[in-house]
């Protein structure tokens, strides 16, 4: 029984920073965040934007393809929870009009959630092969102003189907794994931005690459030459160019070839380049990158995926795309909803990092700004208040 992804659409919120903005304004120079970390520009949500309302709009985009009805399941994945009782999950819920019998839980453990709320959802699947998952990644990475992970920010959800004869691929059921606990990146309750050890993180993000890429390829039998492509969890896109540089020497015993490193991966960074780091959502944004920026046709290739999660948990698996997968794939979607967001400058997207719901108390309506489809218009009694637009 092949099970996998049927549908994967993403949003990003409609606004962006020019990476050589913020490299003037912060005296560094452009070469830095252009050819040292691969980034062009960063998403920039506005106040009346969250993790809720992206993954609404992600979510409603999948599920032009799938029958409501038959969603029995929502798995929220994220690491910028709004509450700490309430899954965001059922607001979204709320929003997509899904069905009164469909089950809602909220996933966390950095940026590899998204992979851990679709391993659940294959092992339900197989056990009910009617059932339909939806699993969301939403997230705003988000860094203290003028510090180093400034530039690496940025924000965005995935929404995917889960389910038994999957359009888009299969997931292939051997995965290699390497957990350890560590302090690289984490964000206590009390903090809206998180603490970074940089360095550290990068070296625990290649040491649980080449864990569970060993135990991988251990136990599926799968050889390096046998993944067409490759895609990285990808924090900034020099990030998934080292791991893939790494992987590659130590599979080969010599370094890779630049021509070679971008046939391998570069598909898959072209969205990330353009939106920054989107945490639990960036493998996903990159698989979709691959998929709908590849000429060659991908169906029957088997694509490796790297997803790592500070903290830290490092999986490798992989995946083989299906025959149909260009018929429900929305690369014209995603290049306007990308193209025709508006550039804003340092004052208002600083104006916008400042903006925090922590600072909310009580009755409090937000200003309209450019939204997709869903907004968050205010709080009443500390309460998130959502509308959908016409
Ligand atoms: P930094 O100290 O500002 O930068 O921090 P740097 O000095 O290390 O420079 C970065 C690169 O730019 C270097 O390249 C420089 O040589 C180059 P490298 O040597 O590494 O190949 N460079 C230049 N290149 C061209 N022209 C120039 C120039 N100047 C310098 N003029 C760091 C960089 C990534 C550490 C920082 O941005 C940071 O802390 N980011 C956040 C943490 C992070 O992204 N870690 C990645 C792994 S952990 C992860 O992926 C998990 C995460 O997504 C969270 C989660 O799981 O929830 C973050």
């Not at 934007?49 to 994945?77: C, P, Q, S, W």
Request: proline residues 3%; aromatic residues 12%.
């Amino acid at each position: 029984m092949k099970i996998g992804i049927d549908v994967i659409k993403f949003y990003t919120a409609r606004y962006y920073l020019e990476a050589n903005d913020l490299a003037q304004s912060r005296d560094v120079d452009s070469g830095k965040y252009f050819k040292g970390l691969g980034i062009k520009k960063i998403s920039v949500m506005p106040p009346d934007e969250d993790i809720i309302t992206m993954a609404a709009n992600a979510g409603k985009e999948v599920l032009r393809y799938v029958d409501i009805n038959k969603v029995d399941m929502l798995l929220f994945a994220t690491e910028s929870g709004v509450d700490q009782s309430k899954s965001s999950g059922m607001w979204v819920h709320k929003l997509l009009n899904l069905p009164e019998t469909c089950r809602v839980v909220e996933l966390k453990q950095a940026c590899y959630s998204a992979t851990a709320a679709i391993r659940m959802a294959f092992a339900m699947v197989y056990q009910n092969p009617e059932s339909k998952i939806m699993v969301i990644a939403s997230d705003n990475a988000r860094y203290e102003l003028n510090s180093p992970g400034e530039p690496t920010q940025g924000c965005g959800a995935v929404a995917m189907i889960i389910s038994t004869n999957p359009r888009v691929l299969s997931l292939q059921n051997k995965a290699g794994v390497y957990a350890k606990d560590a302090m690289d990146f984490w964000r206590p309750n009390y903090r809206t931005e998180p603490f970074v050890n940089g360095g550290y993180s990068i070296e625990l993000y290649l040491k649980a690459l080449s864990e569970s890429w060993k135990q991988y390829s251990l136990i599926s039998g799968n050889l390096f030459d046998q993944h067409y492509k490759f895609c990285y969890h990808s924090p900034f896109p020099k990030m998934a160019e080292k791991a893939h540089a790494h992987l590659f020497k130590e599979n080969n015993n010599h370094e890779i070839d630049k021509s070679l490193l971008k046939t391998e991966i570069s598909g898959s960074l072209k969205y990330g380049r353009i939106i920054g780091n989107t945490y639990t959502a960036s493998l996903y944004i990159c698989l979709i990158s691959l998929l709908e920026n590849t000429k060659e046709n991908l169906a029957g290739k088997i694509i490796g995926l790297y997803s790592y999660g500070s903290g830290c948990i490092g999986e490798f698996f992989s995946v083989v795309i299906e025959a149909g997968y260009k018929e429900v794939i929305s690369a014209e979607l995603h290049d306007k909803l990308l193209n025709t967001r508006q550039r804003v400058s340092i004052s208002q997207y600083e104006a916008y990092h400042n903006f925090s719901d922590k600072m909310v108390e009580g009755n409090h309506n937000i200003p309209h700004y450019e939204d997709g489809q869903f907004r968050l218009f205010g709080f009443k009694d500390h309460m998130r208040l959502y509308e959908e637009l016409e």
